[in-house]
Every structure is written in C-alpha cells, then in structure tokens.
C-alpha cells in the first residue's frame, strides 16, 4: 500500500481557500483534510459544512471530515450532502460509536474512528471490523503547529498489530506533527495516510509536498504492507 498525504486546511490561508485547495491538488496531495473543530470537544473553532460544500467544486480530491465535535451524530448527514469522502468522527465524543459508524458507511462515505493520545486503543478493538481507516492523533487535538510526541509512535505499530491479528489491512492515519522529519518514523510504525498542514501550506507548496513523499518513498518500499 502506498502512502497517501492528505493536506489540512487547518494551515491554510483562510482568505484564499479555494486557491490553497487548488495548489495543493496541483503539487500532489492525494487528499484534501479537514478539521471540523466546534469549540467544546477542542478548544478552537475552524467551520463548518458549508466550507466543504464551497470546496467540492474546486478539487476533485478525496475529502477528509474530521469531526472534532461532541455530538459527532448531528453533523454527519451535513457533511456528506456538502461531499465528504471520508468522515471520521472521535471515539471520546461518541456514546453510539458502532451506530456512528454504520451510519456513515449507509450514507454512501467511508467511516473511520480516531483517538486522542491518551486514549487507550483497546476502547476501539470492537470497533476495528467495521471502520474503513483509523485515525490517530499524534498531539494533543485543537490546534496546527505542534511538535508530535515521540510515545505516540509505539501506538501506530500496536494498532497496526492488532488490525494485522484480525487480517484486516485497514489503513492507519496520522495527525499532528507530520513533516519530513517524523513521517519516515509514522510510516515505518505502520501508518498509511499522513495528515499534514504546517508542513505543506507555505511559500513553495510544491516542494513542500515533494519532501515529504520523497522522505517515505523509500521506507514504504523497505517496510512493504503485509
């Protein structure tokens, strides 16, 4: 399996969306990321639905919802009207995960569960037959620009263990902290997708993109998917 790299708006220019959208597609993303951040379940507030629906127009990539929300339920039918691909909602902020999740998937999208760092992920081992990819928060969710912590890694390659013992190939993302530097360690403790913003949205988002595939080119061909 090759690895994906999905760029978060969440380090856009806010004011020239559309353009950075463009820009990004253009300079290799396979994916565009979007971090639905309501206040409560994180401290920050980014937008909405309508953001995601203005976008659908102007990328013909994967979308990525990322509800960082409470009530992850009330937000997903919006979601996929506006053109979400992929939707993935927080196990913390679920009381109805399974249901969430089948939800999702009867919508016509891809369902996924992520968890927060000090989550423990024996709480989604029931849940990993039903999910179409599986996100895991490297730093503390709320805000772009953090450094990514090390103890996150060891749980990337439990999970990939535990998806591995149950002959599921479910592929594994990676949020927070990704750059050149860290995303060789995240693919090599199995992750598959790369969530990234700071490290893409900058002057020359072209090259930005190129380094960062170029730093786990190599590695995913040496640690091959089993």
């Given at each position: 399996?090759?690895?994906?790299?999905?760029?978060?708006?969440?380090?856009?220019?806010?004011?020239?969306?559309?353009?950075?959208?463009r820009?990004?597609?253009?300079a290799?993303?396979?994916?565009?990321?979007?971090?639905?951040?309501?206040g409560?379940?994180?401290?920050?507030?980014?937008?909405?639905?309508?953001?995601?629906?203005?976008?659908?127009?102007?990328?013909?990539?994967?979308?990525?919802?990322?509800?960082?929300?409470?009530?992850?339920?009330?937000?997903?039918?919006?979601?996929?009207?506006?053109?979400?691909?992929?939707?993935?909602?927080?196990?913390?902020?679920?009381?109805?995960?399974?249901?969430?999740?089948?939800?999702?998937?009867?919508?016509?999208?891809?369902?996924?569960?992520?968890?927060?760092?000090?989550?423990?992920?024996?709480?989604?081992?029931?849940?990993?037959?039903?999910?179409?990819?599986?996100?895991?928060?490297?730093?503390?969710p709320?805000?772009?620009?953090?450094?990514?912590?090390?103890?996150?890694?060891?749980?990337?390659?439990?999970?990939?263990?535990?998806?591995?013992?149950?002959?599921?190939?479910?592929?594994?993302?990676?949020?927070?902290?990704?750059?050149?530097?860290?995303?060789?360690?995240?693919?090599?403790?199995?992750?598959?997708?790369?969530?990234a913003?700071?490290?893409?949205?900058?002057d020359?988002?072209?090259?930005?993109?190129?380094?960062?595939?170029?730093s786990?080119?190599?590695?995913?061909?040496?640690?091959?998917?089993?």
């Open positions: 399996m090759s690895v994906k790299i999905a760029a978060s708006i969440l380090s856009a220019d806010y004011g020239n969306l559309a353009r950075d959208v820009r990004v597609e253009v290799g993303a396979d994916m565009i990321h979007f971090d639905i951040m309501d409560r379940f994180v401290p920050n507030i980014t937008f909405g639905h309508g953001v995601v629906q203005a976008l659908r127009g102007v990328s013909r990539l994967q979308f990525f919802v990322h509800l960082m929300t409470v009530e992850p339920e009330r937000q997903v039918k919006n979601f996929v009207k506006a053109g979400a691909d992929i939707i993935v909602f927080h196990l913390e902020a679920s009381r109805r995960p399974l249901h969430l999740i089948r939800l999702i998937r009867d919508l016509g999208v891809d369902a996924g569960v992520s968890l927060n760092p000090q989550t423990a992920l024996s709480s989604a081992s029931d849940l990993m037959k039903e999910m179409d990819v599986f996100l895991l928060m490297m730093v503390r709320g805000f772009s620009g953090q450094k990514l912590m090390p103890s996150a890694l060891s749980k990337v390659r439990i999970a990939r263990d535990m998806f591995l013992e149950k002959g599921l190939k479910t592929p594994i993302a990676v949020d927070g902290g990704v750059n050149p530097t860290t995303a060789p360690l995240a693919v090599k403790a199995g992750a598959d997708i790369l969530v913003g700071s490290a893409i949205f900058r020359d988002v072209k090259k930005a993109i190129k380094d960062l595939r170029g786990v080119t190599a590695l995913a061909d040496k640690y091959p998917r089993k």
